[in-house]
């Protein structure tokens, strides 16, 4: 195939290439390894700074819990959030509110990059902030100890995303995760 530039272009723009080429690998291997420094050491990166923590999730009693416009995944006890999909259902347990309590918080305090963002000890109320590992995107979680008959307790648990922000099914893996935990503590 014959080249439409003259020798004389081709050879400059040969020399070009050879002078930016070495530049663009340099700074895709440097923006890599930012990406496997945040992926290593668990830390965000720098990037976190410009999403602030969203305010905390509502979740009162007798109010079924609103899910939002953005992901998010639910765990409820059976009966207690009728009209609202509900991804797991949370279980019953035969403990009492005030120590369910301490166990929940003790467990998602426990987990890596959450923050307390606000906490009613006496009413079972938990709001933390969650942040994704590598970019540190925040997550609201709300967590509500309820008390279920006589002696035994349960936990409402709603995860939700940035409104418009996908979330690849973290919420519905975080929920999961964290009432599988929450059942083993308490046996």
């Known amino acids: 195939m014959r080249s439409r530039m003259r020798p004389g272009r081709l050879a400059c723009f040969e020399a070009m290439m050879n002078r930016i080429l070495p530049l663009l690998v340099s700074v895709a291997v440097l923006a890599l390894a930012a990406f496997g420094w945040a992926a290593w050491s668990g830390q965000p990166l720098p990037t976190a700074a410009l999403y602030p923590d969203p305010p905390p999730l509502v979740l009162a009693p007798g109010v079924p819990p609103d899910r939002g416009d953005g992901p998010a995944a639910l765990a409820c006890p059976p009966g207690l ?4 999909t509900v991804d797991v259902e949370s279980p019953v347990l035969p403990v009492a509110p005030d120590a369910l309590f301490a166990t929940v918080r003790a ?3 426990a ?3 959450v923050r307390v963002v606000a906490e009613d000890a006496a009413a079972g109320r938990l709001d933390v902030v969650q942040r994704t590992p590598i970019l540190g995107f925040p997550e609201s979680v709300a967590l509500r100890v309820v008390a279920v008959g006589e002696g035994a307790s349960s936990v409402i648990l709603l995860s939700r995303s940035r409104p418009g922000a996908w979330d690849l099914g973290d919420n519905a893996a975080r929920v999961r995760t964290w009432i599988a935990a929450l059942e083993r503590a308490s046996r």
């Open 111 to 113: 987990q890596p990059l």
């Open 107 to 109: 467990l998602v305090v």
């Open 81 to 84: 959030c009728a009209g609202v």
